[in-house]
């Protein structure tokens, strides 16, 4: 018999739409411009030749080598839930700028070449100063989101500078900031990320080349969304990228992250630092939307994204809120994470992963909770289709001075068809008998009865999968900026595109 | 409007017959009732229509206004004009009942080549009539059907079907699970759509939803067969005597 009975129908007809999968990712393409690259490989040449470019001064260079070092005795950690074939760092580009940011290094965006500019209009992105995040339609909506747009290893300008100089929040790439503010970079960069964290975070420590730099001076509250918006698009490179942003006592920024590459059929690596300094009373929320190259449906290319983000709460009362849309990269290894030092500080984890094919996501959050009266919270989404396997691993420690500290964690699965697997492995550590913890986590399945209802209101089934799943997903989406949530909606959509017959 | 010939229907996952020949033809404008015991088949005949997943047509033609339903997908029927009030319909967590409706709603506009209503002309629609149906704004907002009361999630059919306008509606035991109030304010919801030109059969147990929304034609269904039809009146003499006496009678 070749008749194939539809157990239940999504399931039956999952792996042919999976098929016709190919060619959905909508940021695929490649911007042909003319670039210059490091030599092929990494040793301590290459990272003194990066320091060079950036015109870094001298400690910067002695920390850079300082990590090389470490590096080179350090492994690759093998415990997340990924199976990808082993990386080799001698093929790896670690440098690649357009030949336009050179030397004659452009003074403003209007001078930037037209092709780069074309890059981010095409993907979406503002940089004309009166312009907003695209899909964002209301006029009458004057928020502003200024930009840092990162291309492969350099940044290519940042909007809205001014404005925010008014305000006296510095809002730049790290590589101007090493040269402007050398003080606060030096007095920060790798307190909260130590140098020799792990194997990733060390290899950027050598090798980073630019990122963003966010200062908020005391009470201020940030006047607009900072954003920064990472594109590799040269073959064969890595992008190390470095973000740091520090509030001082009583500040507040939101600042939101976008990363897409073009569709190449050879992986590339991926492997930013991110570290968020937070003083008393202050608020930082970091929201990312991450939509790497996710690779084909049989696994070839994608963006291999290994990251780690810190938040430190220093102060007391101080408050970090990290939300993270992971719907792209073939291998996802990354745990925004918080300590929460001052008495009193919240740490906020809200997060959706999708993958589908062959991507394979092993990510979550580790909460540290180091003074007294602390709370955390965990929502995470995990959805998998096709045969994807996604991993939520958090940790969850509570130390013994966190008197009464609180963590609520909810962990929801959801699968779409029977290739697929869904894995949730929480970590609890309890050395103070005050502290509560609580853990909630589901597994459910797309339902055929509501795919039905909704297609019996006249929905197809892709329009039906993202309803259920936007529903599944709700509580992180709200936790979005506005501008992002929309974004994400659409994006979670899109993910899934092709995962249900 | 529905013409229905000679269908017979089995389940895919077993080898077992449910419809064993159905004829029914539904004029424009006309309500038709189909009333039968447990089992009979009246629940498969509205899955069936609406083009749900695990049957399998083994024989007979449907046909909505001369296109052959059974070869559309559930959202393309529905597009057609064809709507089934769910006996227990879904929940969907995380969704806006609003959100869900005017998806749907343009949803089907978008397949018949229709513009999309906008959100202040959803809004202004919506609110009319939830309004006549005693739906209040908290329900329009809360996720579709979650901890929904019996009577709400019903009244909520009724919604759906009063936005998306159909042409043929299906009603499944929409009775069931509901007080008399509940039921009365079902069946006004029910009777301020019949304009003489939407068609109903209305699948149900007992008569008394019958009183409420009055029926042309009555139908008695038993193990996969319309045995009997007539007017209103075959349903009192259900309500009198139950169905021993016509299946007696028939067998």
Known sequence: ?501 | MLNIKNLQVGLEEENKQILKGVDLNIGEGEVHAIMGPNGSGKSTTSYVLAGKDGYEITGGTVELNGHNLLDMDPEERAAAGLFLAFQYPVEIPGVGNMTFLRTAVNAQRKARGEKELTAGEFLKTVREKAKSLKIDSDMLKRPVNVGFSGGEKKRNEILQMAMLEPKMCVLDETDSGLDVDAMKLVAEGVNALRDGKRSFLVITHYQRLLDHIKPDVVHIMANGRIIKSGGPELALEVEKNGYADILAEVA
């Not at chain 1, 780069?116 to 100063?129: F, Q, R």
């Open chain 1, 1 to 501: 018999m070749t008749d194939m009975i539809a157990k239940e129908g999504v399931e039956a007809e999952t792996v042919e739409a999976v098929k016709s999968l190919s060619g959905k990712y909508k940021y695929g393409f490649s911007t042909d411009i003319e670039s210059e690259y490091a030599p092929l490989g990494l040793d301590e040449d290459i990272v003194k030749l990066i320091s060079k470019k950036n015109d870094e001064p001298e400690w910067m260079l002695d920390w850079r080598l300082q990590a090389f070092e470490r590096w080179k005795l350090m492994k690759e950690p093998e415990w997340a839930m990924v199976d990808y074939p082993k990386i080799n760092f001698q093929d790896i580009y670690y440098y690649s700028r357009p030949k336009s940011m050179s030397e004659d290094k452009p003074k403003s965006l209007d001078d930037v070449d037209p092709k780069l500019l074309e890059t981010y209009a095409k993907l979406g992105i503002p940089l004309k100063e009166q312009a907003l995040l695209a899909g964002v339609e209301a006029p009458e909506n004057d928020r502003k989101v200024a930009v840092d747009a990162v291309f492969d290893s350099v940044s290519v300008g940042t909007t809205f500078q001014k404005e925010l100089k008014n305000a006296g929040v510095i809002f730049m790439s790290i590589s101007e900031a090493l040269k402007e503010h050398p003080e606060l970079v030096k007095k920060y960069i790798g307190s909260v990320v130590p140098q020799s964290d792990n194997f990733y975070a060390t290899l950027n420590s050598a090798v980073f080349s630019d990122g963003s730099f966010v200062y908020i001076p005391e009470g201020v509250k940030c006047p607009m969304e900072l954003s920064t918006y990472f594109r590799i698009n040269a073959e064969n490179t890595g992008q190390f990228e470095r973000t740091l942003i520090i509030a001082e006592k009583g500040s507040s920024v939101s600042y939101l992250e976008g990363c897409t590459a073009p569709k190449r059929d050879v992986a590339q690596l991926h492997a930013a630092v991110v570290e968020l300094v937070i003083l008393e009373d202050a608020e930082i929320k970091y929201s990312t939307v991450q939509n790497w190259y996710p690779g084909d449906e049989n696994g070839k290319g994608g963006i291999y994204n290994f990251v780690t983000k810190r938040a430190d709460c220093r102060g007391d009362r101080a408050k970090v809120m990290w939300t993270q849309v992971e719907t792209g990269s073939a291998v996802t290894w990354k745990y925004p994470s918080c300590i929460l030092r001052g008495n009193a500080s919240q740490g906020e984890f809200y997060s959706i992963a999708i993958a589908n094919n062959m991507q394979q996501a092993d990510t979550g959050t580790k909460m540290i909770h180091l003074g007294k009266n602390t709370k955390s919270r965990i929502v995470s989404k995990g959805i998998s289709a096709g045969k994807a396997q996604n991993t939520y691993r958090g940790l969850v420690s509570m130390h013994p001075k966190a008197a009464n500290a609180r963590n609520y964690t909810q962990c929801d699965s959801l699968l779409i068809g029977d290739k697929c697997g869904a894995h949730t492995v929480p970590y609890i550590e309890v050395k103070n008998n005050t502290a509560r913890v609580e853990h909630e986590a589901t597994t459910s399945k797309v339902d055929d009865d509501q795919l039905f209802y909704c297609r019996q209101r006249g929905m197809d089934e892709e329009e039906a999968v993202a309803l259920v799943v936007n529903g599944f997903c709700k509580e992180v989406l709200q936790a979005l900026p506005m501008e992002f949530a929309m974004e994400a909606q659409a994006l979670v959509a899109i993910s899934l595109e092709g995962s249900v017959g």
